[in-house]
């Protein structure tokens, strides 16, 4: 059973999906404002969060944002009728892991909420061991990330991201891979999400590098109508080597 916030100011649909998601063995904890989420955030720790991105009395995304500093292990999931593409970037920059276009099926809500907290449960199969690239430190086990010593702080889709990468250094790994293995092999959402989070990530460890004064680092290279490769340190010229764990 996950604990669950729901976030939803219209009544017909919080009920609905309070019951659909009650139904199915959650404890769900629904609130209509911006006000109430902050007091519930601050109470009661969540597996999973529900959010309306339109509050009565704020700002979904302003919310979204609290609720990933309050509690970064927490799966977000927007609930937004906001279909520009900009809007739902905005959102998942917030800190949110996936999002929901209204109107949407109860049957389509579930999968999706079934697929991430089974995605989160198994975080544990990423191959534990620390990796050293160049001057990037990925230690699996403690789900952290170093360059040159300084932590970069990764959202849980981030991190995961970054290890799968990580496990084919210099391959090329397929969009659909990547969905199947970071978020779930029966997903059916956008892929919007992952391009996402694949941005957040690259700026991420950018900004390490150019702070820490490094460009002995991994980069990350799209590859346009296929998906995305983990490219070694330009310093780096065995690859397997690369992959090689190093001693804690």
């Known amino acids: ?115 991430h907290l089974r995605r989160n449960e198994s975080r544990g199969a990423l191959e534990p061991s620390p990796l050293q690239f160049g001057d990037l430190h990925l230690d699996v086990d403690a789900r952290r990330v170093f360059v040159r010593g300084a932590e970069v702080q990764l959202r849980a889709k981030e991190f995961e991201l970054l290890a799968r990468l990580a496990r084919d250094l210099g391959r090329a790994v397929s969009r659909e891979r990547l969905m199947y293995d970071v978020w779930d092999e029966n997903w059916f959402g956008s892929t919007k999400t992952l391009d996402v989070h694949i941005a957040a990530l690259r700026r991420k460890l950018q900004e390490a590098g150019e702070a820490g004064g490094t460009r002995d680092l991994p980069v990350l290279t799209t590859l346009r109508g296929h998906g995305y490769r983990l490219d070694p340190p330009s310093g780096s010229v065995d690859v397997d080597q690369a992959r090689e764990p190093v001693s804690p």
């Open 1 to 115: 059973m996950a604990a669950v916030l729901l976030v939803e100011d219209d009544a017909q649909i919080g009920r609905s999906v309070h019951a659909a998601l009650s139904a199915n063995g959650h404890d769900v904890a629904w609130v209509q404002r911006a006000a109430q989420a902050r007091e519930a955030v601050a109470q009661t720790r969540f597996d999973l969060a529900l959010l309306d991105l339109s509050l009565p009395d704020g700002d979904g995304v302003d919310v979204c944002r609290e609720l990933r500093l309050a509690q970064p292990s927490s799966i977000i999931v927007m609930l937004t009728a906001r279909r520009a593409e900009m809007d739902v970037v905005v959102g998942l920059e917030a800190g949110a892991d996936d999002y929901l276009t209204k109107p949407f099926g109860l049957t389509e809500l579930l999968a999706r909420v079934r697929a």
